[in-house]
Nanobody, 123 residues
Framework: QVQLVESGGGLVQPGGSLRLSCAASGFNLNYYAIGWFRQAPGKEPEGVSCRSSLDGSTVYADSVKDRFTISRDNAKNTVYLQMNSLKPEDTAVYYC????????????????WGQGTQVTVSS
């Protein structure tokens, strides 16, 4: 079965770092675009980053550029989101999502979603 499982969230102080993992099973990430999204309480979901399966190119929201990095481990069929210099405004539930396409699509086009992992940035 197709499944995505996020992990790595937790409580971190402002300026700290976390690495989120998205483990995929039931399909090969090599042929799927992968996106990261987040949703803070009372707010709409926000796209954070996406990795194209065509050439590995990445896209980042302006709010996380130069702080977050998306990467993939082919052997583990896992995607990571390295988050540095975290701010309180980064607090949200983070989700990974995927779809069988070469390039990053609109949010509504993603077919599979993980369960989410909570990230809390607070002193």
């Amino acid at each position: 079965q197709v499944q995505l499982v996020e992990s790595g969230g937790g409580l971190v102080q402002p300026g700290g770092s976390l690495r989120l993992s998205c483990a995929a099973s039931g399909f090969n990430l090599n042929y799927y675009a992968i996106g990261w999204f987040r949703q803070a309480p009372g707010k709409e979901p926000e796209g954070v980053s996406c990795r194209s399966s065509l050439d590995g190119s990445t896209v980042y929201a302006d709010s996380v550029k130069d702080r977050f990095t998306i990467s993939r481990d082919n052997a583990k069929n896992t995607v990571y989101l390295q988050m540095n210099s975290l701010k309180p405004e980064d607090t949200a539930v983070y989700y990974c999502a995927t779809v069988h396409t070469l390039t990053c699509p609109a949010e509504a086009e993603y077919d599979y979603w993980g369960q989410g992992t909570q990230v809390t940035v607070s002193s």
